[in-house]
């Protein structure tokens, strides 16, 4: 039984939905620059210029909430634009985030240590659960809503979840994907491992030294055959593969060889019925630091041999978007099936000396591309891959 | 079928390895603590000293799963509702009172809710499907309800299991936010699903969970007419609170034991399997978690036939 994508939506500092984020990719345009707010103005950061409350003016957002369920929701509305609510359509939510409503709970803590009177409304906003159960009530859906936390692969496993939901027959239809606002938190995290790097990130290049912090979201309209007769939609693409394994190295660094990587690429081969020389495309996890790239880069001769797909991570236009990417990650597939085009690496120049591999460099379309592949590899070891193919 | 094949519990009762957990079980005193087994027998001094609270009870409650059972777990599915709450706070209070860039990485590292389940897969060399969920009151549902949608797919043993841990501070938010009676508390509990009884006691027949506004009794009647099950047929409800008291035969509500966490509907499921040790008549336990307003977490255990 195929599993079909009905609906996408985007939001990104280059692009607030599909259409704007296409035109992004095609004039290579990074949406990367110095940060603008107080806690990102140190940084090179892909933030979304608006503040929380022009997001909700902007959207026509029926809630106020923490960025992370406020991203979600735009995302998530485009995705679900032209579908209708129906009883007879069991329809669920999956989101993933790693920081939740920490945006608006950090800054109702700070007041807390200096001795002020905080705000104790604002911390509902705070679990993670929370983000999903917002964005759900925004495009009114109830019954199944869950939320996975599985750090930087948390929209791959969402959307990888959705799928088996729907494979197992206990849902029609789910919205799939994930959201992640910038929050002094996620900064100073990122800061406290030293893995920034001070100019333009550049994934899988030699002189590379770490990552830039994005936010955003990225949503899919996942639904069966069976439901698509219902609903009278176009798929976009089909959701043909995926797989979750564990690195089980560390914490927070990546196997050496890529075993985690290596694991998920083959399982979502598996699950896709296809073989390495199917994959027209890779868009790489690709963080830009100096482990992660490494590791992926043996995982992907590991899988794939000596006939490596043109392959990219598009990290250098977003950021670092953490438990968004997979979702926003999985937009940018589709349009990179249905428009024939490869997507390039940005700011890249050098190959890394001990891998030699050299990713895309520009833009092009009218490339014959079926079958693509999109890793999302997170702390804690949690590597995800998912297959998306042409209709 | 989802055989429990093994179930551990750490929690503020006297729960951990345990033949059955009713033998000690108390109601909760005021300002009572976790009891802590000795968490040295399962990770090694070094890194014991930076582990907060929940990580050593999901290591711990994990490992001692592991040693249960023969095989390697296929998958593990982890379900936490707050997460690392001791290591987020200290990173917050960390970024808020030091100046300059050299900032300790090891509470923001450990303050992701995957932590837990990466923990584990860590501790246990294990390379096979990981995952977490957090859905507030329903973070254990959602996580066992991936456990059995794994055991649906063929894997063999699969680790379930949910933890959450009290920080003082939540105290602030009693009443407005968090409305409980029930002393705020602590808790792991890990179990192995298995397609094998081995010496397991009982089975999930059926999990459920919904976002809704839906009235809550019709939807505990849709789900046991679903099941083929009425509540003349149920021997014990565990509930998150005691609005189904009336119903049933015989009723716990199971804050009275776990105290507040959101995920204890884990330990409800440890307190319906051991429950079938003692009331040998009983088959039929249902736990409804109803901790929070519109969402419910439904869970159907029943005992395993014995073979002729």
């Known amino acids: 039984m195929n599993i079909y994508v009905t609906g996408y939506g985007v939001i990104s500092s280059i692009g607030e939905n599909v259409e704007e984020t296409l035109l992004a990719l095609r004039s290579e345009k990074t949406g990367i620059k110095q940060g603008e707010k107080t806690y990102t103005e140190r940084f090179k950061v892909g933030e979304i210029r608006w503040t929380n409350d022009e997001l909700v003016q902007r959207f026509a957002l029926t809630q106020d909430a923490s960025r992370t369920a406020l991203l979600g929701m735009i995302a998530a509305k485009e995705a679900f634009q032209g579908h209708t609510l129906d009883p007879e359509i069991r329809t669920g939510l999956i989101s993933g985030t790693s920081v939740g409503g920490m945006d608006v ?17 604002l911390y509902r906003n705070h679990p993670s659960g929370t983000t999903s159960e917002q964005i759900a009530k925004e495009l009114g859906i109830d019954g199944y809503v869950n939320t996975i936390s599985t750090a930087c692969s948390s929209a791959a496993n969402s959307i990888m979840l959705g799928a088996r939901m729907l494979l197992s027959g206990q849902l029609d239809r789910v919205v799939v994907g994930g959201t992640d606002g910038l929050s002094q938190f996620t900064i100073s995290g990122f800061r406290s491992l030293m893995i920034f790097d001070d100019e333009w990130c550049r994934p899988f290049d030699e002189t590379r030294k770490g990552l830039n912090l994005g936010e955003g979201a990225g949503f899919l309209v996942l639904e069966t055959e069976e439901t698509m007769k219902r609903t009278e939609k176009k798929p976009l693409a089909i959701l043909s593969g995926w797989s979750n394994a564990s690195d089980a190295y560390h914490q927070t660094a990546s196997s050496p060889e890529g075993l985690g990587a290596t694991f998920s690429m083959k399982g979502a081969l598996a699950v896709a019925g296809l073989v390495p020389d199917d994959i027209d495309y890779i868009n790489a996890h690709g963080t830009a630091t100096p482990n992660n790239d490494l590791s992926e880069s043996h995982g992907i001769k590991t899988v794939f041999g000596s ?35 490869l997507l390039p690496n940005l700011n890249f120049k050098q190959a890394i000396e001990e891998t030699g591999l050299v990713p895309v460099k520009n833009y092009s379309e009218g490339n014959t591309i079926k079958h693509i592949l999109s890793n999302s590899f997170g702390f804690g070891g949690n590597n995800s891959t998912i297959i998306l193919s042409k209709v | ?49 930076r582990l907060s609270t929940i990580l050593r009870m999901g290591i711990t409650a994990s490992k001692a799963c592991q040693e249960k059972v023969s095989t390697e777990f296929d998958a593990i599915s982890v379900g936490t509702a707050l997460g690392c709450l001791t290591d987020t706070e200290k990173f917050l209070v960390t970024i808020n009172s030091v100046s300059g860039d050299i900032l300790s990485p090891t ?29 507030n009151a329903l973070s254990f549902e959602v996580a066992l309800k991936d456990g059995l949608l794994c055991m649906d797919e063929g894997k063999k043993s699969v680790l379930v299991g949910a933890a959450d841990e009290a920080i003082p501070f939540l105290e602030r938010l009693r009443g407005n936010l968090i409305k409980t009676t029930h002393p705020f508390t602590s ?7 298995s397609d094998e009884k081995g010496n397991g006691i009982a089975h999930i027949e059926a999990c459920d969970v919904s976002f809704s ?53 884990a330990f409800a499921l440890h307190l319906a399997n051991d429950w079938l040790i003692e009331n040998k008549e009983a088959q039929t336990i249902l736990i409804i978690n109803n901790l929070e307003p519109d969402k419910l977490g439904l869970t159907l255990i029943r005992r395993n036939e014995v073979e002729a």
């Open chain 2, 107 to 135: 509470a923001f590292i450990q303050s992701t809710h995957n932590t837990i389940s990466g923990q584990i897969s860590l501790d246990l060399k294990n390379h096979a499907y990981n995952m977490t969920h957090t859905q």
């Open chain 2, 1 to 49: 079928m989802y055989f429990i094949q093994h179930i551990e519990s750490i929690t503020h009762q006297d729960s951990f390895q345990k033949e059955n957990i009713w033998n000690e079980l108390k109601p909760l005193a005021a300002g009572s603590e976790l009891i802590s087994p000795d968490y040295k027998n399962y990770i090694p001094v070094a890194a014991l000293r």
């Open chain 1, 307 to 341: 006939s490596i797909p043109p392959f990219s991570s598009t990290k250098g236009y977003t950021g670092h978007t953490l438990a968004a990417s997979g979702g926003i990650e999985a937009v940018f597939g589709i349009l990179a099936l249905n428009n024939g085009a």
């Open chain 1, 105 to 121: 709970s950090e800054i109702a803590y700070k007041g807390f240590l200096a001795g002020e009177t905080d705000d104790l409304d």
């Open chain 2, 213 to 265: 506004s839906e009235d809550t009794e019709t939807q505990v009647a849709r789900f046991l007419s679903s099941n083929n099950c009425t509540f003349q047929d149920l021997d014990l409800i565990l509930e998150g609170s005691s609005v189904f008291e009336s119903k049933a035969k015989k009723h716990v509500s199971f804050p009275d034991y776990s105290g507040y966490y959101q995920s204890a509907s």
């Open chain 2, 187 to 193: 808790g792991a509990t890990f179990l192995v699903l």
